[in-house]
Each structure stands twice: as C-alpha cells, then as structure tokens.
C-alpha cells in the first residue's frame, strides 16, 4: 500500500497544453509539498500546504496553482505549459514540522513538454 | 538562509570499500540535518537524519552519519559497499524560518564497481 501516489508518473504533453498532476498520502500526515527536480537532480521547493491552508509558495510562475481539496490530497495544476517546465515533479509529505522530522515522498511524476 | 554543500558530483568505490560522501551545511542556528538516497525512476527514501542528542546518528542499509558543529559538517559513510548502493544521494538541511522547508544539496551520485 503505497504510502505517497502521485498519477500520473508519465506525463508528455505540448507546449501550450494544461495539465494537472494528482497526489495523495495515506500516512494521516497533515503536510503536503511540491517539489521540482531539475534535469541537473537539483530538488526546489514549490508549495507546501499545512491542511489545506497555504504555508510555502516559493517564486513560482503563477501558471502553477496547487489545490488541497483535503489534508491527504494535494494536486498541481499547470497551465499554458512551457519547455522550461520538463522537469520530475515530486509530492512529499511529513508530520508536523517536516523539517525536523523529515519529508516522505512519492515516486515522481516525469514531466516532458515537447 | 541556510544552504548544502555537497562535494563531488561522482563518488567512485569499489565493492567492499569506504564509502564516504562530503556534506557540509550553512545555518545561523543549530540545524536539523538529513541524508535521503534516490534510486533510478525512485522518489527519495530518508537514510538517516539529526535532530538533537547524539551526534553520530545510524541509518538505514548500514549508513551512518556523524554531525560535527566545529567543521559544520554531516559527511555520510558506511563502511563496506555493496552494489545495491549506487544510486543518487542528497544531504538536506531545515530552513529554521520556515520549519517546514528543507534545502537540498546538489546530490552525489556513488558509482559501485566490482
């Protein structure tokens, strides 16, 4: 029973198209984070979301919009897309201050925008 | 702000050899410190991590770390390689401004030869 899911883990797509990545954690955590890693493996915060309540937005084009229905969901909507935007896009989760406790993560959504 | 240095992108050893990864850290205040191993097509799996208290800290797969606050250092090492272990590894640091965000460094990637 995987603990972090993201869907989908593939994700080829145009540039111009929108297109929305799901995540959902099953760890009764109540912090949810958005990560980018670039084609260098370089890991960059985007969102974080503490139930459902905004609480990190790095600087991060607002064609980007996390939405957090619940505290064990947390999807990330692209719009307009770009090349720039090929990256792996990870979903994480901790309890309580993540940054004390550690982050667990799901396994990555591979973005490729052609 | 506090930042990761990780040094040597590639860390080559041989089966049953030292494996020592470099990581050093930049933080006004005592940080929370962390290890995550990232496999291929892999989300990332926390190793080990230091809060408080001891400052040698053992993780998972025969890892330990060991803070040292004198060389603002948590350099990763285990003593014997095993090929399973080549993968991407990154050292991570809390951002006590915002408790729930870590920095990641660059990443190492250890390469296991026969």
């Known amino acids: 029973d995987t603990a972090v899911s993201q869907t989908p883990k593939y994700l080829v797509t145009q540039m111009g198209n929108d297109k929305s990545i799901k995540c959902e954690q099953n760890l009764g955590h109540d912090t949810m984070y958005w990560y980018k890693q670039d084609s260098k493996k370089f890991l960059k915060i985007m969102f974080s979301?503490?139930?459902?309540?905004?609480?990190i937005n790095e600087t991060v084009p607002n064609r980007f919009s996390p939405k957090s229905p619940d505290k064990a969901h947390l999807n990330l909507h692209i719009n307009s897309l770009e090349l720039g935007d090929s990256a792996v896009y990870f979903c994480?989760?901790?309890?309580?201050?993540?940054?004390?406790?550690?982050?667990?993560f799901g396994s990555g959504t591979r973005l490729t925008v052609v | 702000a506090q930042s990761v240095t990780q040094l040597g992108s590639h860390v080559s050893v041989s089966e049953g050899a030292l494996v020592l990864l470099r990581c050093n850290y930049s933080?006004?205040?005592?940080?929370?410190l962390f290890w995550y191993v990232q496999y291929p097509n892999q989300g990332l799996q926390l190793l080990l991590k230091?809060?408080?208290?001891?400052?040698l800290v053992k993780g998972i797969n025969g890892f330990e770390a060991e803070f040292k606050k004198s060389e603002t250092s948590f350099h990763l090492t285990k003593p014997s390689a095993h090929m399973s272990d080549a993968a991407e590894y990154f050292c991570?640091?809390?951002?006590?401004?915002?408790?729930?965000?870590?920095?990641f460094g660059t990443g190492t990637r250890l390469l296991v030869s026969p």
């Open positions: 979301y503490n139930n459902k309540e905004l609480i």
């Open positions: 991570a640091v809390s951002d006590r401004v915002s408790f729930q965000k870590l920095v």
């Open positions: 230091y809060t408080t208290g001891a400052t």
């Open positions: 994480a989760s901790s309890q309580g201050e993540g940054s004390r406790y550690g982050y667990t």
């Open positions: 933080s006004s205040v005592p940080p929370y």
